[in-house]
């Protein structure tokens, strides 16, 4: 099957993303990945990347990956490797919460099972983590999380992380 690169670098050939011929991997390859982690905020509607992530407003050179649970952002991360940046939501499982309510769960015992849905400060511990056992330096990062308090908890887990490390890899060897 031939394949047709438009100057945008859309491939034309048809094939599944499994299958892509070798030109369509290497313009993948090269692209810059935003991680959108949220359950709810859809980053290709409304204004949401133009607020959180303005250089990833969708270019031939950029790439959005939107995942909404703790389990999808790790799957990608062990799959791919660190995107280029993170979009951090706390308050993951709304979704879910809400759908059970109108299923006829009680509010009070879908907030019960929400608390045990892994959160974005789940997932940025996690991923802290994954760089310390990596040894490599933790992605560019934002937080757009309506929870002012998980967002904050979330940046200072970064900025502590990330000063930690600093001062360790300035060390002086013993």
């Not at 491939?11 to 982690?37: A, F, G, H």
């Not at 995107?83 to 309510?101: N, S, Y």
């Not at 056992?133 to 999380?145: H, L, N, T």
């Amino acid at each position: 099957m031939k394949t047709i690169h438009d100057l945008d670098g859309i491939c034309r050939c048809d094939r599944p993303p499994s299958d892509k011929c070798d030109e369509c991997k290497i313009i993948e390859s090269n692209k810059i990945t935003l991680l959108w982690l949220d359950d709810m905020r859809d980053p290709f509607t409304g204004e949401w990347i133009a607020k959180y992530a303005p250089k990833f407003l969708l270019t031939v050179t950029t790439r959005i990956v939107w995942v909404k649970t703790y389990d999808e952002f790790r799957a990608w991360i062990v799959a791919n490797g660190l995107p280029h940046m993170v979009a951090f939501d706390h308050d993951l499982g709304e979704d879910v919460a809400k759908a059970k309510v109108i299923k006829g769960m009680s509010k009070r015992q879908a907030r019960k099972e929400k608390r045990l849905t892994f959160s974005g400060m789940d997932a940025c511990e996690w991923l802290v983590d994954y760089c310390i056992d990596k040894a490599i330096e933790f992605p560019r990062w934002v937080v757009q999380s309506a929870n002012p308090v998980g967002a904050k908890a979330i940046s200072s887990l970064i900025i502590n992380f990330i000063k930690h490390s600093e001062k360790h890899r300035n060390a002086p060897p013993l």
